[in-house]
């Protein structure tokens, strides 16, 4: 049985952490980022890792820089076999990744050399990619860069949310380190050095994304809405209201348009031309300060007079 350190933060972390205890065995220590100040309140909530540690009973450590001490000395003091990370928020440097004798390993939200960065799993439904996936890599001082060990691949679904995917994803994330580890344990499996030539990157997302454009085309819109659920969420103004959409479906235009005109029967339908002649029909929206709507619930409001013409206006 190997000595494992684990470091994650987020619900996806959280979910591999159980799946490593209730498959394989406890890790001796589960290192998190300190717990934020979070929402409106500004409540100070601890992460979803610190919270499944504790409840699983593992020791939990809260650092907001593990590569100096009084974190760093803990670490050395465990002597670890290995340490695993994912999603943990943290960038390992030098003497943290020389620390375990069998090394460093990272389960990554893609199949590298695709997908490098912080948002990888939001930027293959925006590309509008069918496959995904999960890679377990050696982490090396290079982002993302390091030799593949395993690689385990899942299929995108027509309609699928980022969320949906990341809960998926850590799902097949947990089973990809469980099944590296019971491989290290026995000596086996291989390091693959990944192709430089097929390197794409995942930038992180920033608020300004949520904004739509509808100069692009509807199939490019409808798969920015859905990566960005469930964060930032895609917005657009209705006059001087934004709007947030959830969900929508790609039409054949009802009629010649612009880019952002709208064509409605004010009752149950809203459909937004496009560029490259093509059109997306909204079904679910959120007017600013009001609840996620069907459209027919949005557009019954204005009892039959909608009066928008464009997005913008």
């Known amino acids: 049985m190997l000595k494992i350190i684990y470091m994650g933060t987020?619900?996806?972390?959280?979910?591999i952490l159980e799946k490593i205890c209730s498959d394989l065995y406890p890790p001796i220590a589960v290192i998190t980022q300190l717990a934020k100040a979070t929402g409106r309140g500004q409540k100070v909530t601890a992460s979803a890792v610190e919270d499944t540690g504790k409840k699983i009973g593992v020791p939990v450590i809260s650092s907001s820089n593990i590569n100096i001490n009084p974190t760093l000395d803990i670490l050395k003091n465990l002597k670890p076999d290995i340490i695993l990370v994912a999603a943990f928020g943290q960038i390992l440097k030098e003497e943290v990744l020389n620390?375990?004798?069998?090394?460093?390993?990272?389960?990554?939200?893609?199949?590298?050399?695709?997908?490098?960065?912080a948002a990888p799993i939001q930027?293959?439904?925006?590309?509008?990619?069918?496959?995904?996936?999960?890679?377990?890599?050696?982490?090396?001082?290079?982002?993302?860069?390091?030799?593949?060990?395993?690689?385990?691949?899942?299929?995108?679904?027509?309609?699928?949310?980022?969320?949906?995917?990341?809960d998926r994803i850590a799902v097949l994330g947990g089973e990809a380190l469980v099944e590296a580890i019971r491989l290290i344990e026995v000596g086996g499996g291989t390091?693959?050095?990944?192709?430089?030539?097929?390197?794409?990157?995942?930038?992180?997302?920033?608020?300004?994304?949520?904004?739509?454009?509808?100069?692009?085309?509807?199939?490019?819109?409808?798969?920015?809405?859905?990566?960005?659920?469930?964060?930032?969420?895609?917005?657009?103004?209705?006059?001087?209201?934004?709007?947030?959409?959830?969900?929508?479906?790609?039409?054949?235009?009802?009629?010649?348009?612009?880019?952002?005109?709208?064509?409605?029967?004010?009752?149950?339908?809203?459909?937004?031309?496009?560029?490259?002649?093509?059109?997306l029909s909204l079904t679910e929206i959120?007017?600013?300060n009001r609840k996620r709507l069907k459209i027919h619930e949005f557009l019954q409001a204005f009892r039959g007079n909608f009066p928008f013409k464009k997005i913008g206006n």
């Open 10 to 15: 987020p619900p996806l972390a959280a979910t």
């Open 123 to 166: 930027r293959a439904i925006w590309d509008g990619q069918e496959i995904t996936g999960v890679t377990v890599q050696r982490i090396v001082r290079k982002l993302d860069a390091g030799d593949i060990f395993l690689k385990k691949e899942i299929t995108i679904k027509p309609n699928e949310t980022s969320g949906e995917l990341m």
């Open 191 to 279: 390091l693959t050095p990944q192709d430089e030539t097929q390197i794409t990157y995942a930038k992180k997302l920033e608020k300004e994304d949520a904004i739509l454009d509808f100069n692009l085309s509807a199939t490019n819109l409808f798969n920015q809405i859905r990566a960005l659920q469930p964060w930032p969420v895609a917005e657009m103004k209705l006059g001087t209201t934004r709007v947030k959409l959830f969900n929508g479906v790609v039409v054949n235009p009802p009629s010649s348009g612009q880019p952002g005109e709208i064509v409605t029967d004010h009752k149950t339908s809203m459909v937004i031309h496009c560029g490259q002649g093509t059109a």
């Open 286 to 288: 959120q007017p600013e």
């Open 99 to 117: 620390l375990p004798r069998l090394g460093c390993y990272n389960v990554h939200g893609s199949l590298l050399p695709a997908y490098r960065g």
